[in-house]
Nanobody, 119 residues
Framework: QVRLVEAGGGLVQPGGSLRLSCAASGLIFSRYGMNWYRQAPGKERELVAS????????SYADSVKGRFTISRDNAKNSVYLQMNSLKPEDTAVYSC????????????WGQGTQVTVSL
């Protein structure tokens, strides 16, 4: 079975940093684009960052540009999200997502990891 397992979340003060990781198994990782989403209570899930299958291109939500960096290591079947200058509004459950196959029809999700930014 395909598994995506996030780690690295926790409680951090405003202005602090966290590095999230997502380890994938059960799929040919290098053939999938990877994404980080987040969802806060009562809010819609939003796309935070994306990276192409070969890691050559990245994209970010305007709200995190300049603060977050997505990267991947295909040899380790992992994708990462470095989060700097964290703000309270970054508080959410962060989930990684893999999209691939013909027309991007194969989509997989991890369980998510909680990030709380608070004094």
């Amino acid at each position: 079975q395909v598994r995506l397992v996030e780690a690295g979340g926790g409680l951090v003060q405003p202005g602090g940093s966290l590095r999230l990781s997502c380890a994938a198994s059960g799929l040919i990782f290098s053939r999938y684009g990877m994404n980080w989403y987040r969802q806060a209570p009562g809010k819609e899930r939003e796309l935070v960052a994306s990276v192409t299958s070969d890691g050559s291109m990245t994209s970010y939500a305007d709200s995190v540009k300049g603060r977050f960096t997505i990267s991947r290591d295909n040899a380790k079947n992992s994708v990462y999200l470095q989060m700097n200058s964290l703000k309270p509004e970054d508080t959410a459950v962060y989930s990684c997502n893999a999209k691939g196959g013909a027309g991007g029809l194969f989509i997989y999700w991890g369980q998510g990891t909680q990030v709380t930014v608070s004094l």
